[in-house]
């Protein structure tokens, strides 16, 4: 891939990367009303892929950088850090009160799990949030 390829790209990339954290957040608050844990995983599933992924992809190294999250105006423009860190919290707090650490850690770190998790999720989301 080309530098100017490269360039070009990435700015749909941090959209859709914007997309995923918030696919994430709404699988969180899905998961918080009904309590079906498959929201979590969800949400487990998409960080990985979305995010991590576009982040490894994508090569970014500055995580200051500026993100807007669609849905969610009231967090407003946010870094990358802080987006990851608000993300993964909610995440892990669900998964310790769902006491499912350890399926929701294979998840994020790409394992099993993650494979296994992968029919939740819709190819549409796929599309929308692929980094």
């Not at 959209?15 to 699988?27: H, I, V, Y």
């Not at 969180?28 to 992924?53: E, M, P, S």
């Not at 998840?107 to 989301?125: A, F, H, P, R, V």
Request: glycine residues 6%; positive net charge; proline residues 2%.
């Amino acid at each position: 891939m080309g530098l100017l390829h490269k360039i070009i790209s990435a700015g749909p990339a941090f959209s859709r990367m914007g997309k995923a954290f918030d696919e994430c957040l709404q699988n969180i608050a899905l998961c918080r009303i009904t309590h079906n844990v498959d929201n979590l995983y969800k949400a487990a599933w998409i960080y990985f892929y979305g995010i991590q992924g576009s982040l490894e992809k994508w090569n970014w190294q500055s995580l200051r950088a500026k993100i807007l999250i669609p849905n969610h105006i009231e967090i407003g423009r946010i870094t990358l850090n802080q987006a990851i860190l608000l993300t993964l919290k909610q995440i892990y707090d669900l998964a310790a009160i769902l006491q499912v650490e350890s399926i929701v850690t294979d998840i994020i770190k790409g394992g099993i799990m993650y494979q296994e998790k992968s029919y939740l999720i819709s190819q549409y989301t796929k599309d929308k949030i692929r980094p």
